[in-house]
Structures are given as structure tokens and as C-alpha cells.
């Protein structure tokens, strides 16, 4: 198992968390995004650097990305994507999208998207927090925990 990170948008805290998981459980931890990334120097962490343009690091991410990986993300078109190829995916808030709830979330992210798309005021997500951080951390855990069996 590897676990690749849509870097672009996910938050500093998530990646100390995945860095540190890398390290302690020689999973090699793969981040991609369309801009250079900081990271621990570790054979288990690597980065790959794509062009700017829409959907590209979901694009190698879903070309990378094998059966029984993990990857980490918010965006729901490509944890479908990803779902759908047999890999698993995990948002920065710990929520496991799996191919019994993936459908449900894409339906909603649509409802939601249309809504913003017609001028309806829905808010944002809320607020990351301390919470969310120890939810992810929980939630990763059980995740490589259960992978490793």
C-alpha cells in the first residue's frame, strides 16, 4: 500500500500527520501538487510536482494510484475516481469515502455546487480544528493499522 496526498489544497497540520505516519510505518507517502512542496527529507516521503491547470494532480493521482492504495483528499469527484479504481480514499477531516457512501457525497457535492451556481448563499465548510486534526489522526491509524493485517 502507498498513500498519495492531493497536496494542493490540504491543510499544513494533515501533512505533519502523514509525514510523521510515514516514518513510523515505512509507508511511502507520495504528495502532489502544482507547486513546490516542503518536506522532511525521508526515503518514505516524496513529492511530485505537476504543470498548473484544472484537475491535473487529481489526474497523475488517479493515474498513480493502484488497488489498496490510500489517498488523501477533499475533493469528491476524485475520491470517486480514485474509489472507483479500487483505492481508498480518506478526507483531512477523516470521513473514509468508500463505494457504499461515495455516491451519496458526490450527489450532494453536485446539490451544493448547483445551488452556489445559482446565487444561493450555503456557507463553507467549518472552521478546521483541534477535533478534526485527532479525528484524521484516529482515522488513519485504523486505516494502516487494518492494511496491515
Not at 494533515?14 to 522532511?40: D, G, H, Y
Not at 480514485?82 to 457512501?101: I, S
Request: proline share 4%; with cysteine.
Amino acid at each position: 500500500m502507498k498513500i498519495w496526498v492531493d497536496a494542493d489544497a490540504c491543510p499544513v497540520v494533515i501533512k505533519e500527520i502523514l509525514f510523521r505516519a510515514a516514518e513510523r510505518t515505512k509507508i511511502t507517502t507520495t504528495l502532489v501538487a502544482n507547486q513546490f512542496l516542503r518536506t522532511p527529507a525521508s526515503p518514505y516521503i516524496k513529492t511530485i510536482t505537476v504543470r498548473s491547470g484544472f484537475d491535473v494532480a487529481d489526474s497523475r493521482i488517479v493515474q498513480e494510484c493502484e488497488i489498496g492504495d490510500l489517498v488523501i483528499t477533499a475533493d469528491i469527484p476524485l475520491a470517486a475516481l480514485v474509489v472507483a479504481k479500487g483505492a481508498h480514499a480518506l478526507n483531512p477531516r477523516g470521513e473514509l469515502y468508500t463505494e457504499a457512501n461515495i455516491k451519496e457525497r458526490l450527489a450532494m457535492r453536485n446539490l451544493m455546487d448547483e445551488l452556489r451556481g445559482n446565487g444561493i448563499e450555503i456557507g463553507g465548510p467549518a472552521v478546521f480544528n483541534l477535533t478534526d486534526r485527532q479525528v484524521f489522526a484516529a482515522a488513519l491509524d485504523r486505516f494502516i493499522a487494518k492494511s496491515q493485517k
